[in-house]
Structures are given as structure tokens and as C-alpha cells.
């Protein structure tokens, strides 16, 4: 079965902390791998698209990269604004243009 | 200018009612969906439709009708409430083939059943 699983649930950093979420699938025919931001009480906020394995995507302080088996959410010297959940997500052959998601890693960043 | 746009943003309502949840976009795209998120933060879609015509359809209790009048809009009708239903639903809508940027979500509608 498709499966997203995201790893860890939930992060507390300090200011400047650096650290990386995972995202793990296991589906047949990756057709895009997407990260969103999901701050309370809105809808999730598109950050990047991923399609190859050693594909790399950056925007300010966050970078995401793809392997063939996961994807990861690099975050540098991150500030208490970029407390949030990500949410990452796949598209797959035979998926038709259901994204399926994951979990979510809950990320608090503290001063 | 919102995107994509619902209403109500928060509904609270007995168990046997009906109610319904619109949603608009203003982004030209052809596809909308319907996604419904737990307690858990957990997205999972329910419906999908484009340009009016029904392409997903997931494994949804049949007390749940979507219903597109246009491209633009695409409606969600709940009948008979039960407590199990209350969650976060977002609409979100893409281009054709999901688009390089995947979906644009709206701020979502938190639905309490009591």
C-alpha cells in the first residue's frame, strides 16, 4: 500500500538550531514529492516540489532534497517564525492528481 | 484577493442535521478537491473534481455529496451528522494534471458536531 510517514511528530529547537525533518514513501511511480507549511488555523501553504531522486530545492532557510526512498527538510538557523507543521506529500502513477500526505512534523522554534 | 475561498470558516451543529460547505477559486484552475484533516493533522482526500465532472471519489460514507455547479466552485453537503464528522475540511484546487506547485488550499472550515 502508497504509505507517507514523517518523521519526527513533533521538534522543539532553539533559535539557530539547525535540523532536518524526514519524509519516507513507499509508493510505485513517484510523480512529484511536495512540502507544505501548515500554520494554525489556515489551510497549508505550498514550499517546494520535488521529482528526481538528487533533486534540490531552497527558499531562505529551509532546503529540501529527494532520494529515491525519502525526502528531507533541511532547516538552518531557523527563527522562532518558522514555527509550524510541514507536511509533506507524494503524487504516484495511478494516483491520477491525488496527493496523498503524510502526518505532519510539528516544529517549534524558541528564542 | 482570496484564491480559494470557504465558508463558514467554523460551523458547530447538532448530530442528524444537514449542512453544507462552499468553496470558490479565482485561480482559473480546473480541479478542485475536497480533503478532510483529523485531530491528528492528517489530510486525506475525499473528492475530486474536474472541470464539473467527479474524478475521485474515495472511500467517503454516501451521507457526504459533493456537487461542482461550475469550474469555479465546488460545494460539500453533509447529511445526517454524526460525531465522527467533526474535523477540519479543506478545499483546495490545482490546474489540470496537479500542477508544478500542487494545490492551492483554502484557510478550511472546522465542523463540531455536538
Known amino acids: 500500500e502508497d504509505q507517507v510517514t514523517q518523521s519526527p511528530e513533533a521538534l522543539r529547537l532553539q533559535e539557530g538550531e539547525s535540523s532536518s525533518l524526514n519524509c519516507s514513501y513507499t509508493?510505485?511511480?513517484?510523480?512529484?514529492l511536495f512540502w507544505y507549511r501548515q500554520d494554525p488555523g489556515k489551510g497549508p501553504e505550498f514550499l517546494f516540489t520535488?521529482?528526481?531522486a538528487g533533486e534540490e530545492k531552497e527558499k531562505e532557510r529551509l532546503k529540501a532534497t529527494l532520494t529515491k526512498k525519502e525526502s528531507f527538510l533541511h532547516i538552518t538557523a531557523p527563527k522562532p517564525e518558522d514555527s509550524a507543521t510541514y507536511l509533506c506529500?507524494?503524487?504516484?502513477?495511478?494516483?491520477?492528481?491525488?496527493?496523498?500526505f503524510g502526518t505532519g512534523t510539528q516544529l517549534k522554534v524558541e528564542l | 484577493d482570496t484564491a480559494v475561498s470557504q465558508t463558514p470558516k467554523y460551523l458547530v451543529t447538532q448530530m442528524g442535521n444537514d449542512k453544507s460547505i462552499k468553496c470558490e477559486q479565482n485561480?482559473?484552475?480546473?480541479?478542485m478537491y475536497w480533503y478532510k484533516q483529523d485531530s491528528k493533522k492528517f489530510l486525506k482526500i475525499m473528492f475530486s473534481?474536474?472541470?464539473?465532472?467527479?474524478?475521485i471519489n474515495e472511500t467517503v460514507p454516501n451521507r457526504f455529496s459533493p456537487k461542482s455547479p461550475d469550474k469555479a466552485h465546488l460545494n460539500l453537503h453533509i447529511n445526517s451528522l454524526e460525531l465522527g464528522d467533526s474535523a477540519v475540511y479543506f478545499c483546495?484546487?490545482?490546474?489540470?494534471?496537479?500542477?508544478?506547485?500542487?494545490?492551492?488550499f483554502g484557510s478550511g472550515t472546522r465542523l463540531t458536531v455536538v
Open positions: 473534481y474536474n472541470n464539473k465532472e467527479l474524478i
Open positions: 485561480l482559473g484552475h480546473d480541479t
Open positions: 506529500a507524494v503524487r504516484f502513477t495511478g494516483g491520477g492528481n491525488k496527493l496523498t
Open positions: 483546495a484546487s490545482s490546474p489540470s494534471g496537479g500542477g508544478i506547485g500542487g494545490y492551492t
Open positions: 520535488l521529482y528526481s
Open positions: 509508493v510505485s511511480g513517484l510523480r512529484g
